[in-house]
């Protein structure tokens, strides 16, 4: 019997992007064919904006909090376990123990590296989230090393540290309830993005307050560096050399990238603009992998674009939602697909990391203790 669509069991989940000037809100939901729906937003918003809504309470247990990269440090840190007892199974219970050794020893200088990436105290900074990922025995790759009679056990350590009041504030929105998922932004846009692409590939992230260039390499090493050009230039020459408010600005700016103009316009604005973005390819002409763009402001000039050995691409987000498993309607959805690519990355993270080992789930129970009891923040 053929399913009717208003019948079909969704589950819903509310994606929080944490800012330095406030946070927005996505609610989203996956129906039972992994068909992803926009239900609402909210934008420039405060917790108690998004606390006050009357669904909330529904949806609890499905809440992914994704903080900008000033605000949380993402540490990969690679171990190595020797076993004496190499004649004997691995268990849970042995490897369980030396993971958490390790975290704890590598805990006090990512805490450290953390407060000066993020410009505060060390002592303010806490663990809130925490990964095992490319695990190896004896030098072979392997999913899971239970039950391997290993000499050594080498792993990857992911741990995702904030300011103590970035996760009070999360704690205080979630009623004290440790049920949750966070992430750093950048990161879980690099996760994503490693769905398609093999590294070494960079994301430049252009935002109105200042845009940063994140580099994953073979190794998946994250570098990040800042970039000293915003979209906002395209539309401030506008303004300047039009005597505009912002807001025309932007309209004539949009009219332009949607090559709704005549002929002459189209040459009179290409000629201004690219005045204004010849900076972003000096800041990035040094590069030598491919870039994918994400932007709340289209770029004067279509995508896929080369320079030289430079490439620019925005993110395949059709590609990475098929990769993994997911269908999406791009007509309902409010923004254009480089700005949905950063909306969605933090739940494509989210269902990654759920789908994970049960060494992971473990840790999750076991090691936010680390800086300070997550349950008592």
């Known amino acids: 019997m053929h399913r009717l669509k208003f019948w079909t069991a969704k589950e819903n989940f509310l994606l929080i992007e944490v800012l330095s ?20 937003s ?16 529904r ?4 809440i992914v909090v994704a903080a900008d990269a000033s605000l949380a440090y993402t540490a990969l840190v690679p171990v190595r376990l020797q076993r004496e007892n190499f004649k004997e199974e691995l268990g849970a219970t042995e490897l369980e123990h030396r993971l958490a050794q390790e975290i704890g ?40 090393p239970i039950g391997f009679k290993a000499h050594q056990v080498e792993a990857m350590l992911e741990l995702i540290l904030t300011r103590r009041p970035i996760l009070s504030d999360v704690k205080h929105f979630l ?27 960079q994301i430049l992230r252009l935002d109105y307050d200042g ?31 039009w005597k505009v408010s912002p807001a025309v600005a932007r309209a004539l700016y949009e009219t332009y990238a949607a090559r709704d103009m005549g002929a002459a316009s189209l040459k009179f604005f290409g000629k201004l603009l690219d005045e ?63 700005l949905l690519f950063r909306k969605l990355a933090p739940f494509l993270a989210f269902y990654y990391d759920r789908s994970d080992s049960t060494v992971n789930r473990w840790l999750r129970r076991h090691l936010n203790w680390l800086g300070s009891p997550i349950s008592h923040v």
């Not at 989203?28 to 729906?37: A, G």
């Not at 009623?175 to 070494?200: D, H």
């Open 21 to 40: 000037d406030g946070v927005n809100g996505l609610l989203i939901s996956l129906d039972s064919e992994n068909h992803l729906s926009f239900q609402r």
């Open 42 to 57: 909210w934008h420039n918003g405060s917790w108690e904006d998004i606390a006050g809504w009357l669904g909330l309470n």
């Open 59 to 62: 949806l609890i247990k499905n």
């Open 105 to 144: 020893r590598a805990f006090t200088g990512c805490r450290v590296d953390a407060g000066r990436a993020l410009q505060a105290d060390d002592l303010d900074i806490v663990l809130v989230n925490s990964r095992v990922t490319d695990f190896r025995v004896d030098g072979h790759r392997v999913l899971h």
């Open 175 to 201: 009623k004290n309830r440790s049920n949750f998922f966070f992430t750093e932004s950048t990161r879980a846009e690099l996760i994503a993005l490693r769905k398609t692409e093999q590294p070494p590939f």
């Open 211 to 241: 845009s940063a260039l994140a580099i994953l390499n073979r190794k998946e090493e994250v570098a990040r560096r800042p970039v000293a050009w915003s979209p906002g230039q395209l539309l401030q020459i506008i303004e300047r050399e």
């Open 276 to 338: 204004a973005i010849a900076p972003l390819w000096k800041e990035i002409r040094q590069v030598r992998s491919r870039i994918y763009v994400e932007t709340p402001l289209p770029l004067p000039f279509a995508l896929p674009i080369r320079r030289n050995a430079l490439e620019l691409h925005y993110p395949p987000l059709a590609a990475i939602l098929n990769r993994s498993g997911f269908s999406i309607d791009f007509a309902e959805w409010p923004w254009q697909t480089p």
